[in-house]
């Protein structure tokens, strides 16, 4: 998963990356069914790898939004497409000279395999990664993180529209908790966009999609999350191929000579290197530490933006966040059940 969007692994899809391990927030990637057992995430402890997770997660981010905004690149799409090709070479380089996308060999990719489960995931992760990338372009950084924890909501709503999830009081008491949080904390912003936020709550709808969807028709398929890049990054660099020229058309490329080679390299080996992180990340703690984790995450990335960009946060704000990261952590211990 590639976490461009930028966010933490969102409960559902680490209830998927680590049900083996495991008893059962902001997606770093795609992660159907569970990790290979094979994968080398047990050399690392906690204490090690979930600092180095928070700090490549964060700078992503910070990342991507100084590249937007400070070094005036509006080109998501752009970047999108050029954080999944380097992922796509990246993960082939790994598979030739590492072990860590041995999990490859454990999954039987057929073109039915491919059509009926790979590609529609595909396409909702890139609508998700686009779009919420461009909300970077209309929103604070700050602000950007509190939707985003309105996904699990979303999650819900969506399951239970479907009927793959059956409502109950506990889960409504959290939605509500969750909803009523970001809507204070909407309410509070103080430079609300509206375009930005329609684009934000855009792509929480296809993250929320994505992951529902990789519940249904991924169950059974083995990959930890550099597997899942594996496949998942040249789809989706080519249907973003396919959109590009409808959205920014040539004016990326007549902008790279400003931007030079060594942004462009280090800003997609960044969020690379978070891919790799999160391979460690899913075998070294249970998922409420994980949950947990991201939580401390998005607090410190949200102190951060307020001091690195100047991004204005009001007491109403904190108060809503405060609200909805406890929904948060209430579905996790409840197993989002």
């Known amino acids: 998963m590639l976490d461009e969007k930028p966010s933490s692994p969102t409960d559902l899809e680490l209830d998927e990356l680590t049900k083996e391990t495991h008893t059962p927030h902001t997606p770093v990637l795609p992660s159907p069914g569970s990790a290979s ?18 700090v490549l997660s964060s700078s992503v981010i910070i990342y991507n939004n100084y590249v937007y905004n400070t070094l005036d690149f509006p080109y998501p799409v752009f970047t999108v497409t050029w954080h999944l ?14 072990r860590l996308l041995d999990g490859v060999r ?29 909300a970077y372009l209309y929103l604070s950084v700050s602000y950007i993180q509190m939707l985003k924890a309105f996904t699990p909501v979303a999650i819900l709503l969506i399951s239970w529209t479907f009927r793959l999830q059956d409502p109950n009081k506990k889960l409504a008491v959290i939605v509500l908790m969750i909803s009523s949080g970001v809507a204070l904390a909407s ?38 999350p550099l597997v899942s890049l594996h496949y998942y990054a040249p789809v989706c660099a080519l249907i973003n191929l396919c959109i590009l020229p409808f959205t920014e058309g040539l004016a990326p490329f007549r902008a790279l000579s400003a931007l030079g080679p060594f942004v462009l390299i280090t800003n997609a080996g ?68």
């Open 37 to 54: 057992s094979s994968s080398p995430r047990g050399r690392l402890t906690a204490s090690t790898i979930i600092p180095i997770w928070i």
């Open 85 to 98: 090709t380097f992922a796509a070479l990246g993960t082939r380089v790994l598979q030739r000279t590492t």
């Open 106 to 134: 454990d999954v039987h990719m057929d073109q039915a395999t491919f059509v009926r489960r790979i590609l529609p995931i595909g396409v909702l992760f890139s609508g998700s990664l686009i779009l919420s990338n461009t």
């Open 187 to 224: 309410h509070g912003e103080l430079r609300f966009h509206l375009g930005g936020f329609l684009v934000q709550a855009g792509a929480v709808v296809f993250e929320a999609s994505r992951l529902v969807l990789i519940q249904i028709l991924l169950h059974n398929l083995k990959m930890d």
């Open 270 to 337: 960044v969020a690379f290197l978070l891919n790799v992180a999160a391979v460690f990340l899913v075998g070294v703690g249970s998922g409420l530490v994980l949950t947990l984790a991201g939580v401390f995450k998005d607090i410190l990335l949200i102190t951060g933006s307020v001091l690195v960009f100047g991004s204005p946060i009001t007491p109403l704000q904190v108060f809503g966040y405060s609200i909805a990261l406890g929904g948060l952590v209430l579905f996790k211990t409840s197993g989002g059940k």
